[in-house]
């Protein structure tokens, strides 16, 4: 059974930082493109970044772009992503994503939609306090 487990979540003061991770397993992702995305109360699902399948290209929602660093760790089968100078905006419940197949997109806007990835997690908030 394929599981996305993530972690790192919790309060922190605006202008902190925090490190989620995502463990997989299952099956190996060293193959398949990998996101974060987050849902604030009342708000829909917003994409944050996410990592080609070969680890090659990275991408970023504007709104975190500087301050979000996302990685990949393939020998241990985990997501990353580096939080910095959090503001409370950032505050929302945090999923990791994954894609089942080794497909290189060709429109970068792939990435940025929820088709493309067929497994989640099931989140982690992040409450960032002013």
């Known amino acids: 059974q394929v599981q996305l487990v993530e972690s790192g979540g919790g309060l922190v003061q605006a202008g902190g930082s925090l490190r989620l991770s995502c463990a997989a397993s299952?099956?190996?992702?060293?193959?398949?493109?990998m996101g974060w995305f987050r849902q604030a109360r009342g708000k829909e699902r917003e994409f944050v970044a996410a990592v080609s399948w070969s680890g090659t290209r990275t991408y970023y929602a504007d709104s975190v772009k500087g301050r979000f660093t996302i990685s990949r760790d393939t020998a241990k089968n985990t997501l990353y992503l580096q939080m910095n100078s959090l503001k409370p905006e950032d505050t929302a419940v945090y999923y990791c994503a994954a894609d089942s197949k080794p497909t290189t997109y060709t429109k970068s806007s792939s990435y940025y939609t929820p088709d493309i990835y067929d497994y989640w997690g099931q989140g982690t908030q992040v409450t960032v306090s002013s």
């Open positions: 299952g099956r190996t992702f060293s193959s398949s493109a």
